[in-house]
């Protein structure tokens, strides 16, 4: 069973810089396709940045250049740099894995993730 924690939310001001910890147990992030989404309130999840196994980032057109997806060398942790936060980032992310290596066309599609961790919130204030 491979369960996902998050850890590293926070009330944040417009500028800041926050990184968020996905810790994975019961198996490792090795083979299979990790990412970030988030969700706002009263708004849809959606994706932010995925990362393929031995394999290129690939990021939402609103975060990149400004926020970096990375794994531990030992595939149990996946982390999310983000840089010059803004109020629209505020909403709760979640870290999510999916089975297996997803092809390209599947990665921002949250329908083709099996696991999700519980959520950490992160608020901009403006």
């Known amino acids: 069973q491979v369960q996902l924690v998050e850890s590293g939310g926070g009330l944040l001001e417009p500028g800041d810089s926050l990184s968020l910890t996905c810790a994975v147990s019961g198996r490792t992030f090795a083979d299979r396709t990790v990412a970030w989404f988030r969700q706002a309130p009263g708004k849809e999840r959606e994706f932010v940045a995925g990362?393929?196994?031995?394999?290129?980032?690939y990021y939402a057109d609103s975060v990149r250049g400004r926020f970096t997806i990375s794994r531990e060398k030992g595939n149990v942790k996946v982390y999310l740099q983000m840089n010059n936060l803004k109020p629209e980032d505020t909403a709760v992310y979640y870290c999510?894995?999916?089975?297996?290596?997803?092809?390209?066309?599947?990665?921002?599609?949250?329908?083709?993730?099996?696991?999700w961790g519980q959520g950490t919130q992160v608020t901009v204030g403006s």
């Open positions: 999510s894995a999916a089975t297996g290596n997803l092809i390209t066309s599947s990665i921002r599609n949250k329908n083709y993730y099996d696991y």
């Open positions: 990362s393929k196994f031995r394999g290129p980032a």
